[in-house]
């Protein structure tokens, strides 16, 4: 069984910061895949940012500059540090985990909320 408890949403002005945090625990395969995702209202959920176990990165192009992802693989735990947030960044933020074979599990899920 695998648990990822998410930290760090909240309510910050357009331009402000903030930085989530994820941590996974459980039988976690060593090579994998971590990652945001995120959900406004009315709208699918979306890829923010991934970080595969060897470091490799990918963005949305939405948050390029502005966000960076990383992890601590000791302690199987993922971070985002939003910079320059805007309005558009409200939604739901999710951290996932993956590897091969298809396995794949989510947090519970943690609010961020941009005011103009």
């Known amino acids: 069984q695998v648990q990822l408890v998410e930290s760090g949403g909240g309510l910050v002005q357009a331009g402000g910061s903030l930085r989530l945090s994820c941590a996974a625990s459980?039988?976690?395969?060593?090579?994998?895949?971590m990652g945001w995702y995120r959900q406004a209202p009315g709208k699918q959920r979306e890829l923010v940012a991934t970080?595969?176990?060897?470091?490799?990165?990918n963005y949305a192009d939405s948050v390029k500059g502005r966000f960076t992802i990383s992890r601590d693989n000791a302690k199987n735990t993922v971070y985002l540090q939003m910079n320059s947030l805007k309005p558009e960044d409200t939604a739901v933020y999710y951290c996932?985990?993956?590897?091969?074979?298809?396995?794949?599990?989510w947090g519970q899920g943690t609010q961020v909320t941009v005011s103009s």
């Open positions: 996932n985990v993956n590897w091969r074979f298809g396995y794949s599990y």
């Open positions: 459980g039988s976690i395969f060593r090579r994998n895949v």
């Open positions: 970080i595969t176990s060897d470091g490799s990165i």
